[in-house]
T-cell receptor, first 112, second 114 residues
Framework: GDSVTQMEGPVTLSEEAFLTINCTYT??????LFWYVQYPGEGLQLLLK?????DKGSNKGFEATYRKETTSFHLEKGSVQVSDSAVYFC???????????FGQGTTLQVKP | SQTIHQWPATLVQPVGSPLSLECTVE??????LYWYRQAAGRGLQLLFY??????ISSEVPQNLSASRPQDRQFILSSKKLLLSDSGFYLC?????????????FGEGSWLTVV
């Protein structure tokens, strides 16, 4: 069935390190892909999205490219900050059904 | 502008008691509506989604149910709560078409079953 798999956390990095959080998906059809972020004590927020193959979503220094050949949507940031510490969720939206499926979330901890 | 509200924000319920969480969306019509649960140490689990009035798709067979009595109202219910129902419940909406639209989340409801 349709699913999203993220790398397990927590991911612990030092400030200014390079970040990659892997996300792969299984879906019928052509889903749209999203990254959501949940900062401590806050609700979910959309971080970035891509609606078709080879699209690159970007926001706040984060980037992710929709790779249809590898069914992946890995999240990257060149230099993380302490304020990036949060839980990151990869998600896919099936356009034919409106169903939105999330990965299990990856906790990122950035230390000064 | 569009807004989404869900309530109550927190509740503590005994095992075996009923549950009703409500969610309403304003400022749009015919939205897709979702109920998610985020249990401690786990990710977001899709419970129900709806693409129209009276159209409910269940993703996880359990003792919860959902209803959509009006276009912009989505209700999560249970007749008898279990301890395992404890968690953080999120209502969300998106525009029906086209694909790739942003999903907007409610404030969430913390449920503790004791």
């Amino acid at each position: 069935g349709d699913s999203v798999t993220q790398m397990e956390g927590p991911v612990t990095l030092s400030e200014e390190a390079f970040l990659t959080i892997n996300c792969t998906y299984t879906a019928t059809g052509y889903p749209s892909l999203f990254w959501y972020v949940q900062y401590p004590g806050e609700g979910l927020q959309l971080l970035l999205k891509a609606t078709k193959a080879d699209d690159k979503g970007s926001n706040k220094g984060f980037e992710a490219t929709y790779r249809k050949e590898t069914t992946s949507f890995h999240l990257e940031k060149g230099s993380v900050q302490v304020s990036d510490s949060a839980v990151y969720f990869c998600a896919l939206l099936l356009s034919n059904t409106g169903k939105l499926i999330f990965g299990q979330g990856t906790t990122l901890q950035v230390k000064p | 502008s569009q807004t989404i509200h869900q309530w109550p924000a927190t509740l503590v319920q005994p095992v075996g008691s009923p549950l009703s969480l409500e969610c309403t969306v304003e400022g749009t019509s015919n939205p897709n509506l979702y109920w998610y649960r985020q249990a401690a140490g786990r990710g977001l689990q899709l419970l129900f989604y709806s693409v129209g009035i009276g159209q409910i798709s269940s993703e996880v067979p359990q003792n919860l149910s959902a209803s959509r009595p009006q276009d912009r109202q989505f209700i999560l219910s249970s007749k008898k709560l279990l301890l395992s129902d404890s968690g953080f419940y999120l209502c969300a909406w998106s525009r029906g078409t086209p694909s790739g639209n942003t999903i907007y989340f409610g404030e969430g409801s913390w449920l503790t079953v004791v």
